[in-house]
């Protein structure tokens, strides 16, 4: 369950973020506060971050030579989408730090 969170989820978080942020920022020009767009990626990329983490943490119990070979890659690969996925909610949260939501 964890590798399906991070695999589908994390990249489905970040465009929910994406749209979200865009959603609250006429709300934020029409209240002269960025807090809410601020919260909004927050809570997304903490959300995204922790799929990371709990797919790192798959990934890692999916070393032993027991474990299934197919477990161990879509563990991997499920880290990496997460960590993407968290690093392109990042980027998108670099602009609201520097550029007023007022711009027209």
Excluded: K, Y
Aim: neutral net charge.
């Amino acid at each position: 369950m964890r590798i399906v969170f991070a695999l589908i989820g994390a990249p489905l978080l970040a465009l929910l973020d994406q749209s979200t942020a865009f959603a609250m920022v006429n709300w934020s020009c029409a209240h002269g506060s960025t807090l809410v767009v601020h919260f909004v990626h927050f809570l997304f990329l903490a959300a995204t971050a922790a799929a990371a983490i709990f797919a790192f943490a798959e990934w890692r119990g999916t070393m032993r030579a027991d474990a299934l070979v197919q477990n161990h890659f879509l563990a991997g690969v499920a880290t990496a989408s997460a960590t993407l996925s968290a690093l392109a909610i990042a980027a998108m949260w670099i602009p609201v730090w520097m550029i007023s939501s007022c711009i027209a």
